[in-house]
């Protein structure tokens, strides 16, 4: 049987813990989240979840309130399995009443429309909660391209966690990867996904020893960067999972004065 998403990322990540030990823990908690949020998806999956009407944008729709109402057991689930400082994030969070909890799941999610929550805990929570149901809702729309290719996801219109690179003739097909709902769509080599910048000069790109396969993307316009994970160069790699496991780079990236366009599900 073919394995889905989750269990493929989760095999990847349980290579890269032998691999690269310095990113061992946040990638043995990446594994722990993943099959939580395996598990959700296929309680969406299940027959009893509708079929999203192709004319709704499901992403500007409030979150069902029998998906709100999981949260608090997704958080006792974390605390199961989380490093010590995420246990008590997930308590605190834990201990409010649902309203709140249901403040910050809808502040998350309706990011586009003037929520967002900063970075730190809530944000986490919410992403790894609220990601598979994204998953499921994009799974279920059809998009219709036209125009310009866009730096925002063209299905939930969040920014990209990181880019790739897929084979294709002599060379490679640039890609970028949402942060949310994990959608991968077409995106040119020599443009900043932040600002637009298209001047080559001020695009730098570096790479290390180790990993080979992982790029860093630099603006010098607007001193943003992404990773992109190169499968010309290792096609076994996932987009996703080696991006948080060359945790290096991001500090190479920000001791050189560059922030991340996009942190990822770990906060990195």
Same mark, same amino acid.
């Given at each position: 049987?073919p394995?889905?998403e989750?269990?493929r990322?989760? +095999?990847?990540a349980? @290579?890269?813990? *032998? &691999?690269?030990p $310095?990113?061992?823990?946040?990638?043995q908690?990446?594994v722990?989240?993943?099959?939580?949020?395996?598990?959700l998806?296929?309680?969406?999956?299940?027959?009893?979840?509708?079929? #999203?009407?192709?004319?709704?944008?499901?992403?500007?729709?409030?979150l069902p309130?029998s998906?709100?109402?999981?949260? /608090? =057991?997704?958080? =006792?689930s974390v605390?199961?399995?989380?490093? #010590?400082v995420?246990v008590?994030?997930?308590? *605190?969070?834990?201990? @409010?009443d649902a309203?709140?909890?249901?403040?910050?799941?809808?502040?998350?999610?309706?990011?586009?429309?003037?929520g967002?929550?900063?970075?730190?805990?809530?944000?986490?929570? $919410?992403?790894?909660?609220?990601?598979?149901y994204?998953?499921?809702?994009?799974?279920?729309?059809?998009?219709?391209?036209?125009?310009?290719t866009p730096?925002?996801?063209?299905?939930?219109?969040?920014?990209? =966690?990181?880019?790739?690179?897929?084979?294709?003739?002599? /060379?490679g097909?640039? =890609?970028?990867?949402?942060?949310?709902?994990?959608?991968?769509?077409?995106?040119?080599?020599?443009?900043?996904? #932040?600002?637009? +910048?298209?001047?080559h000069?001020k695009?730098?790109?570096?790479?290390? @020893? &180790?990993p080979k396969?992982v790029?860093?993307e630099?603006?010098?316009?607007? *001193?943003?960067?992404?990773?992109?994970?190169?499968?010309?160069?290792?096609?076994? #790699?996932?987009?996703?999972v080696d991006?948080? /496991?060359?945790?290096?780079? &991001?500090?190479?990236?920000?001791?050189?004065?560059?922030a991340k366009?996009?942190l990822?599900?770990?906060?990195?």
């Amino acid at each position: 049987m073919p394995k889905n998403e989750w269990q493929r990322r989760t +095999e990847r990540a349980e @290579e890269l813990i *032998r &691999d690269r030990p $310095a990113a061992g823990e946040v990638l043995q908690f990446f594994v722990a989240i993943t099959g939580l949020q395996e598990e959700l998806w296929r309680e969406l999956e299940g027959p009893a979840t509708a079929s #999203a009407d192709p004319g709704t944008n499901f992403f500007a729709q409030p979150l069902p309130s029998s998906l709100v109402a999981r949260f /608090g =057991s997704f958080l =006792s689930s974390v605390k199961d399995r989380a490093p #010590a400082v995420v246990v008590q994030a997930a308590e *605190r969070l834990g201990h @409010e009443d649902a309203a709140l909890q249901s403040h910050v799941l809808d502040s998350f999610w309706q990011e586009n429309a003037g929520g967002a929550l900063p970075p730190g805990p809530e944000d986490f929570f $919410a992403r790894a909660f609220l990601q598979p149901y994204a998953v499921n809702v994009r799974s279920r729309l059809a998009l219709q391209r036209g125009g310009p290719t866009p730096c925002l996801c063209p299905f939930c219109g969040r920014k990209p =966690s990181s880019g790739v690179l897929r084979p294709l003739g002599d /060379g490679g097909q640039r =890609s970028l990867v949402c942060s949310l709902c994990l959608y991968e769509w077409e995106f040119r080599r020599i443009v900043c996904p #932040a600002c637009g +910048e298209e001047d080559h000069a001020k695009l730098p790109v570096y790479t290390a @020893e &180790d990993p080979k396969h992982v790029r860093v993307e630099c603006c010098d316009r607007c *001193r943003c960067y992404i990773k992109t994970v190169d499968l010309t160069k290792n096609g076994l #790699a996932d987009p996703v999972v080696d991006e948080i /496991g060359a945790i290096p780079l &991001d500090l190479w990236a920000q001791d050189h004065g560059y922030a991340k366009l996009q942190l990822n599900l770990m906060q990195l």
